[in-house]
């Protein structure tokens, strides 16, 4: 069994996309982020950067295994099942470069536009144009990569795929269109029909708010420094 602590974001989709996949046994905790529940001290001693997703493998070999961060989660899960990543080296190298693009460039860049798009107050035109344009490069990145192929890696759909594909899931919502970039439309459509990855996408939606965050949420998502994180954790700096 799997604990698999989870908030329905594209980052959580992920980890989720990959679970459904594999039929993998997993009991979902929720973690509320904004409510300030990935502060809490059960989360933290599997995550430290208090960010989802996270899993407990409660079937490893030695005892139980708690793996952090979304690349991560998804290279442990394929190389312990044998599942959605080639054994060949070079495959497996070329898919080790899609995870590190996805959560070094296109996760980030995502993230932020979601920010100034979805939540930051007041005029940010500077900080809109950056974004979309580092959206949109990360776009591009991914159309030449899909030129004459279905898959990003080895001509199989793999744990690259699953990564890359939440944030390209919502480019509308972000204020980008794919009108450009006809093989990721393409890519994402396909993806998007698969059963597993519409459950997994479906994971928790009772869980949102219809609402958007207000001032104390906002302050918990995005006011996050070293002080406010150890307060919140109720543990002391440099604890364990």
């Known amino acids: 069994m799997i604990d698999f602590y989870y908030w329905p974001t594209p980052n959580g989709w992920k980890a989720a996309i990959l679970l459904e996949e594999l039929g993998a046994p997993y009991n979902t905790i929720p973690v509320d982020i904004a409510r300030g529940d990935q502060f809490g001290p059960e989360f933290l001693a599997v995550s430290p950067n208090n960010r989802i997703p996270a899993i407990v493998d409660r079937d490893a070999p030695g005892g139980p295994v708690g793996?952090?961060?979304s690349g991560a989660i998804l290279h442990y899960l394929a190389r312990k099942t044998g599942r959605f990543m080639s054994p060949d080296p070079a495959l497996e190298k070329e898919t080790l470069e899609w995870l590190f693009w996805q959560v070094g460039n296109q996760g980030p860049m995502a993230g932020q536009l979601s920010h100034f798009v979805n939540y930051a107050p007041g005029d940010n035109a500077y900080a809109l144009e950056r974004y979309?344009?580092?959206y949109d490069r990360c776009l591009g990145v991914l159309e030449r990569r899909l030129e004459g192929r279905d898959w990003l890696v080895g001509g199989a759909y793999s744990i690259a795929d699953m990564i890359c594909w939440p944030w390209v899931l919502i480019a509308k919502p972000l204020t980008a269109s794919l009108d450009a970039f006809p093989n990721v439309r393409r890519w994402r459509q396909t993806v998007k029909?698969?059963?597993?990855?519409?459950?997994?996408?479906?994971?928790g939606k009772d869980y949102r708010r219809t609402a958007p965050p207000g001032e104390e949420e906002r302050g918990i998502l995005f006011r996050q420094t070293a002080a406010t994180a150890t307060e919140r954790s109720g543990r002391p700096a440099g604890g364990r």
């Open 132 to 134: 979309r344009n580092e």
């Open 193 to 203: 029909e698969r059963p597993a990855v519409r459950r997994a996408v479906d994971l």
């Open 67 to 69: 793996v952090f961060e």
